[in-house]
């Protein structure tokens, strides 16, 4: 017998060791049950009701309380590990489901030993239960995860490849045989290499590249087709790390098949090439017709000029007056817009040069207004010079500043109605000389100004107000200025008037800039 001190402290032990193993259980969220056969009693400890969600006042250890709370299916799995434990001696488990579904433990598995008296046969079932319900629902939901994933690859068009650290392909999806005849056997471990077109070789070996945390590496080759032709793969990889521990773990890559992009892309460069050689040569052609071209014009002219003048006598017949200024007119019109044709086309070529020299613009511009003057009065518009700021001094191509200073103004002569006003100023601002020509004619709609400044583009789209012209009016005032590293600008409302601006800059390093 003990003393009441040794019982005391037997039970304080006792207390420890119950609290110890309530807690254990509460961490674990683990139940601990015993039965014993010989007496057919069951022990339940604090844990297992926590997991049954009774009251242990209310309900005793009972088997058949537990059967009644499990899936019906689960009774005879349970009856079968217990027999075989009892006859044989040997550690037993199970599973078990809970047939309410608003239970929390929904799945619980068991692990037991048995416990042999001193007769050697089996005594005592030990029993802890753990609920699982949580790590079960994960388990599932990463199956079906994988599953999905592993769907989503196979159905996707493109390649898509799985590979270890040490560049062991891991997985290859289906879309790799669709898209190249070839199967996961026939480009592992750098097998790819046979099948690189010899032009992308080193464009694919961008393929042997490890990614950095962060980076990715894309590489546009082609792969030689099972049936003989080359298919054009744009592969991105990309290293997949370990969010834990931050290493990585897996280098993902995946190619899509870009062929017919490609193709398109090449044929649409080639077709630009073939328009910018044949540009060019048109160019180059006109370019070169300058003195073929002028020469004979310039003699119509000039003939036509003495037959108008009558310098050597009357032509004889009136008749042939009128015909002699018809002829001179008409070769003059035609002398501008092949001059303006053949400086376009100058400046397209990179044949046309400046030839700078000091210009007095104030000069120059009184020249130009002197000379359409005529033009001016038999439109009923009045043409006149603006005062503007001061120019201390001005460097330019003068052929090319006279010629921008006539398209202007005759272009404002020729889109201003009778009893309209042309005004034209110069001046110096910042670094920049600018001429402004304003008028009060028809304007250009707001949505029709970017395309001005285009060659052969017009804007006019009334047939009563539609003028002659090539429309490269402003095309050459824009190419002429941008050669002066200069600018065209212009400013319209429709039926109000326009105001056309073109600067140059004054120093050589701005010029050359542009």
């Avoid at 434990?85 to 692990?111: C, L, N, V």
């Avoid at 089996?122 to 699982?132: E, I, N, Q, R, S």
Wanted: with cysteine; net charge negative; hydrophobic share 40%.
């Amino acid at each position: 017998m003990f003393d009441e001190e040794t019982r005391a402290k037997f039970e304080a032990w006792r207390k420890r060791a119950r609290t110890h193993l309530d807690l254990a259980e509460r961490a674990a969220n683990i139940g601990y049950w015993r039965y014993e056969l010989t007496t057919n009693n069951y022990y339940w400890s604090p844990g297992m009701y926590r997991l049954l969600e009774e009251d242990p006042a209310k309900q005793a250890p009972d088997m058949e309380f537990l059967f009644s709370r499990m899936s019906p299916d689960d009774r005879q799995t349970i009856e079968q590990a217990v027999r075989t434990a009892i006859k044989t001696g040997s550690p037993f488990s199970y599973r078990t489901h809970a047939r309410e579904p608003w239970r929390k433990a929904q799945i619980i598995d068991t692990q037991g030993e048995v416990e042999r008296g001193e007769d050697g046969r089996t005594a005592v079932l030990l029993g802890v239960c753990h609920d699982v319900t949580e790590q079960v629902r994960a388990e599932e939901a990463r199956e079906k995860a994988k599953a999905m994933y592993r769907l989503m690859t196979e159905e996707s068009g493109d390649i898509i490849i799985l590979y270890s650290t040490d560049a062991k392909m891991l997985f290859c999806s289906n879309a790799l045989e669709r898209l190249t005849g070839r199967i996961m056997a026939d480009i592992e471990d750098g097998g790819y290499k046979r099948f690189v077109h010899p032009d992308d070789t080193d464009e694919a070996s961008k393929m042997s590249c490890r990614p950095l945390d962060g980076d990715i590496v894309v590489a546009t080759w082609r792969i030689l087709h099972r049936d003989g032709h080359y298919v054009w793969l744009e592969t991105t990889l990309r290293t997949v790390f370990d969010p834990a521990t931050g290493e990585p773990r897996n280098v993902i890559s995946v190619s899509r098949d870009i062929t017919a992009r490609r193709e398109k892309e090449i044929e649409a460069k080639a077709a630009r090439e073939r328009a910018e050689t044949a540009n060019r040569a048109k160019s180059e052609f006109l370019a070169n017709m300058s003195h073929e071209l002028r020469t004979p014009l310039n003699a119509i002219i000039g003939f036509a000029d003495l037959m108008r003048m009558a310098t050597f006598g009357p032509l004889g017949n009136a008749r042939y007056d009128d015909y002699a200024l018809l002829i001179y007119d008409s070769g003059q019109l035609l002398l501008d817009l092949i001059t303006d044709m053949l400086d376009m086309a100058k400046i397209e070529a990179g044949k046309f040069e400046l030839n700078m020299e000091r210009v007095d613009l104030e000069g120059t511009i009184r020249d130009v207004v002197r000379l359409l003057e005529e033009r001016a009065f038999a439109a009923g518009v009045a043409l006149g010079i603006e005062a503007g700021s001061a120019i201390s001094g001005f460097v330019a191509d003068r052929r090319a500043v006279k010629q921008i200073v006539i398209n202007l103004l005759s272009n404002a002569i020729k889109f201003t109605p009778q009893g309209g006003q042309v005004r034209i100023a110069a001046g110096e601002r910042d670094g920049f000389v600018w001429i402004c020509v304003t008028d009060t004619g028809i304007g250009i709609p707001e949505s029709e100004i970017a395309r001005l400044g285009r060659p052969f583009e017009q804007v006019c789209r009334d047939p009563m107000q539609a003028k002659t012209g090539t429309g490269l009016g402003l095309a050459l005032v824009r190419a002429l200025a941008e050669k002066h590293g200069g600018a065209l600008t212009i400013r319209s409302t429709e039926g109000a008037g326009t105001q056309v601006s073109v600067t140059f800059a004054l120093t050589a390093s701005a010029r050359v800039a542009a």
